[in-house]
């Protein structure tokens, strides 16, 4: 069914709050606000958006560590996102897991994982707990094109065909692993075909047209749902910011990011929406309350308390050792 109006307007106002916090991040990194790794989300809204808003609220989410986007779409407050980015103890994880470690249990959210692919068999593994209990749960893990090329991937899938589980690998293929570009690093380019040889239905959707995605994405997941059938989509995609804050991002042309800009999927959708200046002005100035709300919400909040460092640490031999929660 074609997306009504009100739909595609609530994914525009989606893709602009992921795009203003990810803004808002790089300036308060600047500033000195977050420390530690920190990797932006820009030009990728789309995947996001329209993936996870295909999910019903008891569904699970994973990613990568460029998760922050993730985590807003799925319903974690922005000041907990934000005050993670800080290292507050307001943050989703008490400001112990910063940037790559955003994660939320009562939004079904399993975080962002920072080590490559390795969030894919946790995925798994939740989509194997979804079959076993009956409850028709689907799973969604996002994972970048350079996870692609791990073992743990392919093993993960070949679990989840041979027991036929409700698992959704999500490539989000933004053309870099890290600086590396696509060709140089797979022998394979469309990468969304390395899985077919393990029987898994796997296909590839423009990952900058938000309503193409979310069309693909619900037909993945209701094909998941009824059938408890593993599934791989490749979004096309790209990231208008380098790797993370430290990446220039000096290996790519300023003529192949202009090419990409004018696909912005923000833009795009709002282009095709025809959406006036007055209503645009007026989203944007919301989209810029609750982000002001979650950078001043962030400051605000306290430092996590000394007594809580070595907290849900694997205990050691050490007598002296604090007592863990």
């Not at 808003?53 to 974690?76: F, M, P």
């Not at 962002?112 to 799973?139: C, E, H, M, N, W």
């Not at 998941?224 to 804050?245: D, Q």
């Not at 100035?285 to 400051?299: I, L, N, Q, R």
């Amino acid at each position: 069914m074609a997306l009504s109006r009100e739909t595609q307007i609530g994914l525009l106002s989606r893709m602009l709050l992921v795009r203003r916090f990810e803004e808002r991040a790089g300036q308060q990194y600047g500033l000195g606000k977050i420390n530690g790794f920190c990797h932006l989300y820009i030009g990728q809204e789309a995947v996001a958006v329209g993936c996870l808003t295909a999910l019903d609220k008891d569904d699970y989410a994973i990613s990568g560590y460029r998760e922050h986007g993730h985590a807003l779409v799925r319903g974690v407050p922005p000041g907990a996102v934000m005050a993670e980015l800080f290292g507050k103890a307001t943050g989703t994880s008490r400001g112990k897991g910063g940037s790559m470690h955003i994660m939320s249990a009562e939004h079904r959210f399993l975080g962002g994982y920072g080590i490559v692919g390795g969030q894919v068999p946790l995925g798994l593994g939740y989509a194997f707990a979804s079959k076993y209990r009956g409850d028709s749960t689907v799973v969604q893990a996002f994972l970048g094109d350079a996870a692609v090329n791990q073992g743990v991937y392919y093993e993960s899938l070949n679990m989840a065909a041979l027991w036929n589980l409700p698992l959704i690998c999500i490539i989000e293929n933004n053309g870099y692993g890290m600086g590396t570009a696509v060709a140089r690093a797979s022998a394979v380019t469309e990468l969304y075909k390395k899985s077919e040889g393990l029987g898994v239905h796997s296909e590839w959707v423009d990952g900058m047209d938000v309503i193409k995605v979310r069309e693909a994405a619900e037909r993945l997941v209701e094909r998941a749902r009824e059938e408890s059938k593993p599934a791989v989509l490749e979004c096309r995609t790209y990231r208008f910011r380098g790797h993370s804050m430290a990446d220039p991002a000096t290996y790519r042309t300023k003529e192949e990011l202009e090419a990409y800009r004018k696909q912005d999927p923000v833009l795009s959708l709002r282009d095709r929406l025809k959406i006036t200046e007055d209503k645009w002005k007026a989203m944007e100035a919301e989209v810029k309350a609750v982000v002001d709300a979650s950078v001043k919400f962030a400051d605000e909040s306290p430092e996590p308390d000394a007594s809580e460092l070595m907290q849900y640490i694997h205990p050691t031999n050490d007598n002296n050792a604090p007592e863990r929660a």
